[in-house]
């Protein structure tokens, strides 16, 4: 079946550390997205890919950085610079950047 | 001004009747509509999208649009429990003389279908 799979499904991160969260799509999409989304909110832009070795910064791009190396795969690594890393994190693809996106089930990110 | 706007709800209908979902948004370059479906602790689905003016119709699920009034809504018929869920409106945003898009989404409306 055609999809996107995020994993992990939950992540816990220590103080002070890196972690990245895996975004993997077989629907040949060239565009790839990364939200946040915090409750009560809506989805925030992290990042953005259009291409392969092309991304975005988006709304909130601060504390995060993602490589696009190839077209299946668009990772997002939360750094330590991230101070408020708590959230739901979405991907999403598309075929273009004005088609519907299409998201994956999510990677919950916690502070431990 | 937020660039698109919800009403977060609840919207509270009776089973079977009609919930009217309602989003207006801010750029008027905007150009494709998205609802998405979101139950509680999962990822957003995609259930809609229009890209004219007028009414798009799918199943018990109707979307329309109004570009001159700025203002997208959807309808969904004979309401079911199983539609109790948060419904997010996204317009994208067209960026660099429209050479690429953002999708802007609203905070969402709660649905509460009561049995």
């Known amino acids: 079946d055609g999809g996107i799979t995020q994993s992990p499904k939950y992540l816990f991160r220590k103080e002070g550390q890196n972690v990245t969260l895996s975004c993997e799509q077989n629907?040949?999409?060239?565009?790839m997205y990364w939200y946040r989304q915090d409750p009560g909110q809506g989805l925030r832009l992290i990042y953005y890919?259009?291409?392969?070795?092309?991304?975005q910064k988006g709304d909130i791009a601060e504390g995060y950085s993602v490589s696009r190396e190839k077209k299946e795969s668009f990772p997002l690594t939360v750094t330590s610079a991230q101070k408020n890393p708590t959230a739901f994190y979405l991907c999403a693809s598309s075929m273009e950047s004005n088609q519907p996106q299409h998201f994956g089930d999510g990677t919950r990110l916690s502070i431990l | 001004q937020k660039e698109v706007e919800q009403n977060s709800g609840p919207l509270s209908v009776p089973e079977g009747a009609i919930a009217s979902l309602n989003c207006t948004y801010s750029?008027?370059?905007?150009?494709?509509f998205f609802w998405y479906r979101q139950y509680s602790g999962k990822s957003p689905e995609l259930i809609m999208f229009i890209y004219s003016n007028g009414d798009k119709e799918d199943g018990r699920f109707t979307a329309q649009l109004n570009k001159a009034s700025q203002y997208v809504s959807l309808l969904i018929r004979d309401s079911q429990p199983s539609d109790s869920a948060t419904y997010l409106c996204?317009?994208?945003?067209?960026?660099?003389?429209?050479?690429?898009?953002?999708?802007?989404f609203g905070t969402g409306t709660l649905l509460a279908v009561q049995p």
């Open positions: 996204a317009v994208n945003l067209p960026l660099y003389g429209g050479a690429t898009n953002k999708l802007i």
């Open positions: 750029d008027r370059g905007s150009q494709s």
């Open positions: 629907l040949n999409h060239d565009a």
């Open positions: 890919s259009q291409i392969v070795n092309d991304f």
